[in-house]
């Protein structure tokens, strides 16, 4: 990295903050569709962004979004996440976009039996995801929630459930209570 202006006995004016405000503008609408980021523009290096993510996925999704290759990536485990991190230059800024990841289980680590339960609730949150995509593709979003919720069996009546979540399920929310969530 470039070495960056420092102001001893002093912060930066945002003016000399300049560099970093413009390679935000740049990133954000060169690439709108990027996850958002925890953003840090130091007041004592002007000329740096930290740009903080909440999962691995996004920090992946910022590297291929900004070409950077796949080696250039820091990787640091500890006892319970991964650390994720790289440095690129945008707009002529030094940028850091670093997240981390949960560790998952070693499968080596995990009984047969656990490895099946593993499995068996993956399988089930994938067959709930795919039922609650149907279900937005003909339904309002409430109404798909609900329905999603019924289906996964941790909906009460369409009542308790609007005031629980703040929306209001519809009115084919009575009928897929009834039905259990069976289009």
């Known amino acids: 990295m470039s070495e960056q202006p420092t102001y001893p006995g002093r912060l930066a004016t945002i003016g ?5 405000l413009l390679a935000l503008t740049y990133l954000a609408t060169t690439f709108p569709e990027l996850p958002s980021a925890y953003m840090v523009g130091h007041r004592h290096l002007t000329n740096a962004i930290s740009l ?9 999704a910022w590297r291929v979004a900004l070409q950077v290759p796949a080696d250039a990536v820091h990787l640091d485990r500890y006892s319970d996440y991964t650390s994720i991190q790289f440095d690129t230059i945008v707009a002529g800024v030094p940028v850091k976009v670093y997240g981390s990841t949960p ?12 490895d099946a339960e593993r499995r068996a609730r993956a399988a ?55 039905t259990g969530g069976a289009l």
């Open 103 to 114: 560790l998952l289980p070693d499968r080596a680590a995990l009984s047969p039996q656990e």
């Open 52 to 60: 903080q993510m909440d999962k691995g996925a996004d920090v992946e």
């Open 16 to 20: 000399e903050q300049r560099p970093v």
């Open 124 to 178: 089930d949150m994938e067959a709930r995801h795919q039922a609650a995509e149907a279900v937005t593709q003909v339904m309002p979003l409430a109404e798909a929630s609900f329905a999603a919720d019924v289906a996964a069996g941790i909906a009460e009546t369409p009542e308790a459930w609007a005031e629980r979540t703040g929306l209001v399920p519809g009115p084919r929310a009575a009928a897929d209570a009834e």
